[in-house]
């Protein structure tokens, strides 16, 4: 059974930073590309990175230079580093595997003064 479990959220401040964790299981991690989405409130879900089998990764424009993503096969979990946390930020984060339909909870992140 496939499974994800998100960690890491919380409300910061504008200029704040924040590390979201993933734990996945029920799949061979190691080989498939990993992502993170958000949802912000009365928004549809968004593709925000991703990261590949080897390593190579992608940001969305709007993050690019705040946020990294990153992973650790032994644990079967990835990352998203996010810096510089803006208003717009505020969502709630979900990690996914493609080609798996599974989300998991998800955790909220608010960035608000």
């Known amino acids: 059974q496939v499974r994800f479990v998100e960690s890491g959220g919380g409300s910061v401040h504008p200029g704040g930073s924040l590390r979201l964790t993933c734990a996945a299981s029920?799949?061979?991690?190691?080989?498939?590309?990993m992502h993170w989405h958000r949802q912000a409130p009365g928004k549809g879900r968004e593709l925000v990175a991703s990261?590949?089998?080897?390593?190579?990764?992608y940001v969305v424009d709007s993050v690019k230079g705040r946020f990294i993503i990153s992973r650790d096969n032994s644990k079967k979990t990835i990352y998203l580093q996010m810096n510089n946390l803006k208003p717009e930020d505020t969502a709630t984060y979900y990690c996914?595997?493609?080609?798996?339909?599974?989300w998991g909870q998800g955790t909220q992140v608010t960035v608000s003064s």
């Open positions: 029920g799949f061979s991690f190691e080989s498939y590309t």
């Open positions: 990261i590949g089998q080897n390593g190579a990764t």
């Open positions: 996914s595997a493609t080609p798996f339909p599974d």
